[in-house]
C-alpha cells in the first residue's frame, strides 16, 4: 500500500496526516501521541477514527501539527486522519466516519477584536452624563 496523506484544520491548527500500513505507531512531530498528549482525553480524540473504522494497530501515522492549542490540534488530528481512512478506501470507512461527523470541517473561529472595544462582543459602559 502506498502512503496516503491528508490535511485537518480546526481553529487555527493544521495538520498533516501521512497514513501507511504498520503496527499502529502515531508520531507528532517526532514525538509519540502519549509523549505529545499528556490528557488522555486528547489522545482518545486522536485515536477516535480509528476505534470507529475498527482498524486500530493496522496503520502507522506521522504527523506535523502547527498551530492553535491542545485541543485544536487534537481534532485537527481527528480530521486528517478520517480524510486519510476515507480517501484509502472509501466503501469500508466514508459511511462510518461520516455518520460520526469525523469529516467535517468545523469552522468555527475566534471573531476578532474590534477597535475603540474591550473585546469582539464586549463593549464600554456607556454614560450619558
Sequence with gaps: M??????????SAVARVY???GKGNITINGRTVEDY??????????NQPFAVTKTEGQF???I???????????????LGIS?????????????????????????REVE??????PSARARFQFSKR
Design 2 to 11: 502506498k502512503q496516503k496523506n491528508a490535511l485537518g484544520r480546526r481553529k
Design 83 to 107: 480524510r486519510a481512512l476515507s480517501e484509502l478506501d472509501r466503501e469500508a470507512y466514508r459511511a462510518a466516519l461520516k455518520a460520526e461527523g469525523f469529516l467535517t470541517r468545523d469552522a
Design 19 to 21: 497514513l501507511a500500513e
Design 112 to 117: 476578532r477584536k474590534k477597535p475603540g472595544q
Design 37 to 46: 498528549f499528556a490528557e488522555e482525553s486528547l489522545r482518545y480524540i486522536v
Design 64 to 78: 506535523n501539527v502547527v498551530g492553535g492549542g491542545t485541543k485544536g490540534q487534537a481534532e485537527a488530528i481527528r
Design 60 to 62: 502507522d501515522v506521522k
